[in-house]
């Protein structure tokens, strides 16, 4: 398996513009997370989905944020309209649903997203 | 309060000294719990896990769980330069959601 995939992996954008990062988790893994990394705030879990149900959402900063997950292979995160303090690595991991607990997340390379 | 927490660091120690990197955690619920090493620029990746209170070890790494404390440690033996990076210590809660900690920066001195 690639791992997880993320596109793009770097995105420049002006402010007020609509940003939408995309995710391909590991085949066959049913959580999907995203979150936002910053020197200030560290790695944040923005929302996660299982079976591709949005599970908790309570980490979305605005409702500028959204994330969608119309099928098991595809994960979008979008921020309409986009502001500096959006700038930021933003993540999706994957993980496989197994009975107990041990299992790790997978994450992809991120997108650094600059927003001017 | 922060549902898990590391000192940010930095953390330094000499070459083939042992690092010594510490996480507590809110959530009682909490059952597993990950330790993740993350290089500048990249993407973390996981180095051990741990759920039985105790330790575990794993080459020159043992991670260390105190359920009663809700405490979390990463030993890191005869530490190398290579193993300068920032370490994300995470817990999976209540909902199977997993939550990650600031991370600790170490650097390992030649």
């Known amino acids: 398996d690639a791992g997880v995939i993320q596109s793009p992996r770097h995105e420049v954008t002006e402010m007020g513009q609509e940003v939408t990062l995309r995710c391909k988790p590991i085949s066959g893994h049913d959580y999907l997370f995203w979150y936002r990394q910053t020197m200030m705030r560290g790695l944040e879990l923005l929302i996660y989905?299982?079976?591709?149900?949005?599970?908790?959402d309570s980490g979305m900063p605005e409702d500028r944020f959204s994330a969608k997950m119309p099928n098991a292979s595809f994960s979008t995160l979008k921020i309409q309209p986009s502001e500096p303090r959006d700038s930021a690595v933003y993540f999706c991991a994957s993980r496989k649903d197994r009975v107990g607990w041990n299992t790790e997340a997978f994450f992809g390379q991120g997108t650094r997203l600059t927003v001017v | 309060q922060k549902e898990v927490e590391q000192n940010s660091g930095p953390l330094s120690v000499p070459e083939g000294a042992i690092a010594s990197l510490n996480c507590t955690y809110s959530d009682r619920g909490s059952q597993s719990f990950f330790w993740y090493r993350q290089y500048s620029g990249k993407s973390p990746e996981l180095i051990m896990f741990i759920y039985s209170n105790g330790d575990k070890e794993d080459g020159r790494f043992t991670a260390q769980l105190n359920k009663a404390s809700q405490y979390v440690s990463l030993l890191i033996r005869d530490s190398q330069p290579s193993d300068s990076a920032t370490y994300l210590c995470a817990a999976t809660t209540v909902g199977f959601k997993t939550i990650f900690g600031a991370g600790t920066r170490l650097f390992v001195k030649a």
């Open positions: 989905f299982n079976n591709n149900v949005p599970i908790d």
